[in-house]
């Protein structure tokens, strides 16, 4: 303690004995970071908003959560949660739902009305974004909320990006995804569809009423499907998978017959196999490798067998005719390459989708001095998202990444903090991170088993005939649940362990919210609130002599 403590001490209290005088090493609190929020990549709070949904404060977590990310309905839907894999709650029995508290709390939200709050002030600053996405609307929220003008520009009829136009229906309804979209344009967002940007620096001089833009983020979603050599006849009917799911948007659904080949092994792949067996079609996904090494989901590949999709593994098309296809074999060398066999099959099919990968239109950069495109189509940027003209900013699909929804939504964030400070004159400095909370540092005898709870799938008759939402939510109740088995990895939430293990009445409550104090005097560093602490959110350090 900084201070000593005005206390009178009675000759028979063990306070009388500064056993603090005894000590080599000293408890000391701290913070540190959940693996859940360090793995998450929209950066979002989830151990922060956990603590306030576990309590019922629901509108108060979907704030706390809508700091970071203003999706929650969305991302609770087409998240592949890659902050459970990190969960320490794994290790004792399996990870906490975060995902379907999310989802819970998104849905809460929709259904009460929550809005956003307008800024308190303008910047008089004006933005221009390019691309009405994940990573689009995303900046546009953050630029919002920190004052400055924002206008979206977006080639397509609706917002959502590829969120509308490459996650069917039964994923993510679109009346979730509009509401979510509306709540950002009713903070005083300007968005104009129909409207393609052919020139980025023409676009940004025009500016509208008020001049012109003084930053632009470029947001423009991978929506070129890539073709393959492919040797066919002129009767032969090959489309890409993006193109697919696109029409499924409209009036006018694809006519692909009901003998439909999916070539590739990704989630698109899954995504298009899935759509059309809904139309009614009997789909066989086509791919070159094993099931194990398919970049689409397992959980995904396992939906679509359940429904009744076939895939052909170690498979690869080598003709397409008018009403077949011949697909040639594959078997694993001594290094688990695929490699041609010389077997070959013919497949009955009335269309063939290639689902191989998508690629970005870079025509509006055309142009644009300092800009750099890499080998794989993409902008180079630099780690504040700045492409190379100043003031330039891109993120989502148009930039070296994964390609997901969650990690376009952190470029958005991460884009809107770097412009609004490039329009200060300043450079946005990250906070520094904590260190990661390891299941090691934390004490689980004191966490009583407390299995997932399972969220409901819609039957798989259903799932083959309509585009109903296939994963369902949970009700309060078991939101509740699931928001409190999260073990608060590395932080004190109070359990007051270290309070009544101390052997030496060291430990200082501080009142409700203020956590603890030691008082150095007495505690002689024995290290049983270390041990004891359930969360990890005490160390030992040793004393400077």
């Given amino acids: 303690m900084d201070k000593p403590f005005a206390i009178t001490l009675n000759p028979g209290s063990s306070l009388a004995n500064h056993t603090g005088s005894w000590r080599t090493a000293r408890p ?17 709070d989830i151990q922060g908003w956990l603590f306030d949904a576990e309590s019922g404060g629901y509108e108060a977590a979907w704030r706390h959560l809508t700091r970071d990310n203003p999706f929650a309905a969305i991302m609770g839907r087409v998240c592949y949660h890659s902050c459970e894999s990190a969960c320490n709650r794994g290790k004792i029995d399996e990870a906490v739902g975060i995902n379907s508290v999310e989802r819970f709390l998104g849905d809460e939200a929709i259904k009460r009305g929550w809005k956003f709050a307008a800024p308190a002030r303008e910047s008089g600053k004006k933005v221009l974004i390019v691309g009405a996405g994940p990573s689009g609307m ?109 029409s499924m948007e409209g009036e006018d659904k694809p006519l692909l017959g009901r003998r439909v080949v999916v070539y590739g092994g990704g989630n698109t792949a899954v995504d298009v196999a899935r759509t059309v067996k809904r139309m009614g079609a009997e789909p066989i ?47 694993l060398d001594d290094k688990g390459f695929p490699q041609p066999t010389g077997e070959f099959e013919t497949l009955e099919a009335d269309s063939v989708v290639l689902a191989l990968g998508q690629d970005v239109d870079l025509g509006l950069l055309n142009g644009v001095p300092g800009l750099e495109v890499t080998k794989d189509g993409v902008v180079k940027v630099g780690t504040d998202l700045m492409t190379g003209h100043p003031g330039i900013f891109a993120g989502g699909d148009m930039v070296p990444a994964e390609r997901n929804v969650t990690v376009a939504v952190g470029h958005g964030k991460k884009a809107a903090r770097n412009i609004d400070a490039w329009l200060r004159g300043e450079t946005y400095a990250p906070p520094p991170k904590h260190e990661v909370a390891q299941f090691e540092k934390l004490n689980p005898w004191y966490y009583a088993d407390a299995p997932k709870t399972v969220r409901p799938m819609l039957d798989i008759i259903r799932r083959q005939s309509t585009f109903d939402e296939v994963q369902g939510g949970l009700d309060e109740s078991n939101a509740l649940f699931e928001a409190r088995r999260c073990l608060s990895c590395g932080n004190c939430f109070e359990c007051d362990n270290c309070y009544g293990v101390c052997p030496d009445n060291a430990v200082i409550k501080l009142g409700p919210g203020k956590r603890f104090q030691f008082n150095y005097d007495y505690c002689k560093g024995c290290g049983v609130c270390v041990a004891e602490c359930p969360c990890g959110a005490i160390r030992m350090e040793a004393e400077e002599i």
């Fill in 28 to 44: 000391v609190y701290l913070d540190r970071l959940p693996p859940c929020n360090n793995q998450c990549p929209a950066g979002e």
């Fill in 138 to 246: 995303s900046a546009a929220y953050h630029l919002r909320r920190m004052g400055h003008a924002v206008t979206v520009m977006d080639a397509g009829p609706y917002m959502g990006g590829m969120m509308r136009f490459g996650i069917p229906k039964y994923r993510l309804p679109r009346e979730v995804l509009d509401a979510e979209m509306q709540r950002i344009v009713d903070m005083g967002v300007t968005v104009r569809l129909n409207s393609k940007v052919d020139n980025i620096l023409e676009q940004m001089k025009s500016g509208g009423a008020g001049g012109s833009f003084d930053a632009a983020f470029l947001a423009v979603g991978a929506h070129i499907g890539k073709r393959a050599m492919i040797p066919s006849g002129d009767a032969a009917r090959i489309v890409d998978a993006i193109s697919v799911l696109r």
């Fill in 285 to 331: 996904i086509v791919y070159r490798r094993t099931r194990d090494k398919a970049p689409a989901h397992d959980f995904e590949i396992e939906e679509a067998l359940q429904e009744g999709v076939m895939v052909k593994w170690l498979s690869t098309i080598k003709q397409a005719g008018d009403k077949e296809i011949t697909i040639e074999k594959m078997a």
